[in-house]
């Protein structure tokens, strides 16, 4: 089984990164390096000139067109957005060009969730229109091109459709393994390569600025130029190399030689480092030979041969997915050497694109602290910076950076809530802090001013608070944050104590800094230290209140636990002096709040570590990436994590516990394929059959991680009791779920209160 030495330390060091302090600092809002003249210098593609070293990422178009593909207004603004903000290029998400190939594309009726560009003059004019505004904003975009899904499409084709999903050769299907995905053939792949061409040629006519092949990751293009899923044994594609080189000499051929191709391509797939042994899997097995550095360089110089410009690298594929979708607990600038090692070898074989350029490398990953970015530009690490979720958080980090304003940019907290779940359970890029992304078509940035000024009572200054507030106010309501602690943030708290969540806490920071930018205003005040009562409340003069109080944790009635230390979870994150002298803990919950305390009780506070999760999947409802990375860096530092099993009570020294051990229990370090959405059954799944012992877990310390209930009792009493006019409740007081619904709430409450 091969490695690369490379791909192993990157992978072992993604676990306790941030113990190196400059790596973590790396991940700060800071400004030192500012005016970042890096950042801003222009830079050539081809002929084309980009007028500074940012890029958009492929941040999903999903469900953003009509019926036919065409794109609607609601994708044409979400990008003019992005160019307005002064991002340099942008690219799209992907566009399958391999409809009537790969089945998994498309939907009964013909119908497809993707955007399309192949020949339908009925789509041509969503093209235009988009590139068109793009431009008038000074950028450039690239159209992101996808031959097809592949193993990693939607297996209900099999259902729908009546046909399996497809690959370079028998693979098994990434979502459901027991699905087949048969092998492509010679005509098919031949259709696909015609169709890259047409669809470059159409993109070319529509006034997009270049194409850009999306061949990483394990979708349809990497599973024909990779052997690990490239098996064939006779025939012109057996090489696995000649599909993705076809390919780039069709385009050539139909666009010229001045027309921009960009190559998204994985380094390696990183399988064999990340899983070691477990490669015997049964759906991981066939994968083992999959390219090394070496076999993926002398690829990208074939393709600069054949006609591309521009390259940018990462590493992994869906089957170790947090590695190519980078979560929280990723480190900032995380694929930079990978990014390096191709510019050093470019740089060595003196290779040139066919423009007689040099081939610029884009840097990707965790690329949004403005310091970090230029600094990767200025070390010659990358030749341009991409970010895709960091645009999705502020459409204007190109400007405010530009102007010094670090400090008004909104981060991204990595949760990945809206812009990676969203597709799984079927809609568009949205995203957890800023609830204009994707609706920027029917919700302007400039505010409305308010019609009728009224007292405006906000109690709790977590995140749905705090943006409800900083809104009503900045329309000319009269406005009081009220908040029974010292601090801003809420939840945002304990949730940013553990270093991997290094992304919550700077948004946390953001929202202390606007909070203390508005106390500027006449019209608003903050009321820290604050407990809010039904009779306070009659002593003001409001004409609304708008609850944000956030939820109180469930904490079962549990026998014994007088006799043992129990504490909640956000209890000890927020003041780890509860911890004492515990060499030990056990954490009841395995969901993301239990799973990311117990990664900071063993890998910050050096304890044992065991996790107890009554159903059968650990993190169920988080994103793959998030949820994938916890859990593999937790194995990895031997927490034992024990699902389908139930907590009964404590004892002197322990907490008695009944688990179900029969074989038939999924594996909860199992992080090669997804789980999949509830509407979802897979009928081949093995079901789970009962062989229950009960047994005692002794350890120092029990952490309460059960989840939240919502915190409305004060919100009833004051609707019931009729005490102001109009009483509202937002966030976790209203429902326990996720930012993503708690700043939606505030902005579209705030916006016509």
């Known amino acids: 089984m091969k ?53 958009m990422a492929p941040m999903g178009n999903i469900a953003m067109s009509d019926e036919t593909g065409r794109p609607k207004d609601q994708m044409i603004q979400y990008f003019i957005e992005r160019a307005k903000g002064g991002v340099g290029l942008i690219t799209t998400g992907l ?4 409809q009537g190939v790969d089945p998994t594309v498309v939907e009964p009726g013909g119908l497809s969730y993707f955007p399309r560009i192949d020949r339908s003059r009925s789509v041509f004019a969503g093209w235009r229109d988009l590139a068109s ?56 792949l031949r259709r696909i390569i015609k169709n890259a061409g047409q669809a470059s040629a159409d993109a070319k006519a529509s006034k997009i600025d270049g194409v850009y092949l999306h061949g990483h990751e394990g979708y349809l293009l ?68 999959g390219r090394t550095i070496e076999m993926t360089l002398d690829y990208m110089k074939n393709l600069v041969k054949e006609g591309v410009d521009i390259f940018d690298v990462d590493l992994g594929c869906y089957d170790n997915w947090w590695l190519p979708h980078p979560p929280a607990g990723m480190p900032p600038g995380c694929f930079l050497e990978v990014s390096k090692l191709v510019k050093e070898y470019f740089k060595e074989e003196k290779i040139m694109s066919n423009a007689g350029k040099e081939v610029p490398i884009v840097g990707v990953g965790k690329l949004g602290y403005p310091d970090l970015a230029e600094e990767a530009l200025r070390d010659g690490k990358c030749d341009m910076v991409m970010l895709g979720r960091p645009l999705l958080a502020d459409p204007y980090w190109p400007t405010k950076v530009y102007k010094g304003e670090v400090e008004d940019i909104v981060p991204c907290i990595g949760c990945q809530e809206g812009c990676i779940n969203e597709f799984v359970e079927g809609g568009h890029p949205q995203c957890a802090v800023n609830p204009r992304t994707s609706f920027e078509y029917q919700m302007p940035l400039e505010l409305t001013p308010a019609q009728k000024i009224k007292n405006i009572g906000v109690v709790g200054a977590g995140p749905a608070g705090v943006m409800a507030a900083i809104i009503a106010a900045k329309r000319g309501h009269k406005v009081e944050l009220i908040e029974k602690t010292d601090k801003i943030g809420g939840k945002l708290i304990p949730g940013g104590t553990p270093k991997i969540k290094f992304d919550v806490k700077n948004y946390r920071q953001y929202l202390e800094r606007q909070v203390d930018k508005a106390k500027e205003l006449d019209n608003f005040e903050f009321l820290p230290n604050t407990d809010v009562t039904s009779s306070w409340l009659k002593e003001r003069d409001f004409d609304a209140v708008i609850f944000a109080m956030g939820g109180n944790e469930i904490i079962p009635p549990f026998k014994n ?62 994103c793959t990436a998030n949820r994938g990375h916890l859990i593999y860096y937790l194995e990895k530092e031997g927490v034992k994590l024990l699902n389908c099993t139930k907590v009964l009570g404590f004892e002197e020294n322990g907490v008695k516990v009944i688990q179900n051990i029969s074989d038939t229990v999924p594996d909860p370090y199992l992080v090669w394929h997804p789980i999949l959405p509830e509407n979802i059954e897979n009928p081949l799944a093995p079901k789970i059959k009962k062989e229950e012992v009960e047994k005692i877990i002794e350890a120092d310390l029990f952490v309460m991680a059960i989840g939240n209930r919502p915190r409305n009792q004060l919100y009833y009493e004051v609707q019931k009791e009729m005490i102001v006019p109009e009483v509202y409740n937002i966030g976790d007081s209203l429902n326990s779920g996720k930012v993503l619904e708690a700043t939606r709430a505030a902005n579209a409450l705030a916006r016509i209160i």
């Open 3 to 55: 490695t690369d030495k490379l791909v192993e330390e990157l992978i072992n060091s993604y676990g306790d990164w941030f113990n190196d302090e400059s790596s973590y600092n790396s991940g700060k809002m800071t400004k030192n390096l500012y005016p970042y003249t890096s950042i801003f210098e222009p830079i050539d593609i081809n002929r084309m000139t980009i007028k500074n070293r940012l890029v």
């Open 95 to 98: 566009i399958p060009i391999s």
């Open 133 to 188: 505004g793009v431009h008038s904003h000074g950028a450039k975009i690239f159209i992101q091109l996808t031959p097809g899904l592949g193993r990693v499409g939607n297996p209900q084709c099999l259902l729908t459709l009546k046909k399996f999903p497809k690959s370079a050769s028998w693979n098994p299907n990434f979502y459901i393994p027991q699905i087949p995905s048969t092998r492509l053939s010679n005509r098919g």
């Open 222 to 289: 990497e599973q024909l130029t990779n052997p690990a899923f490239n098996r064939r044994k006779m025939g012109r594609y057996s090489d696995w190399q000649a599909f993705g080189l076809d390919m780039i000499r069709e385009i050539r051929n139909r666009v010229g030689p001045h027309y921009p191709i960009m190559y998204r391509i994985d380094l390696s797939l990183a399988l064999n480092e990340t899983y070691g042994e477990k490669m015997n899997n049964k759906s991981l097995r066939k994968f083992k030979n």
């Open 561 to 622: 636990m007088d006799k043992v230390n129990v504490v909640e979870a956000t209890q000890i994150l927020q003041n780890p002096n509860l911890l004492k002298d515990s060499k030990s803990a056990v954490v009841i919950g395995g969901g993301v709040v239990g799973c990311e305390t117990a990664y900071w009780l063993r890998y910050e506070q050096g304890l044992d570590v065991t996790i107890v999760e009554m159903e059968k999947y650990f993190m169920n409802g988080v």
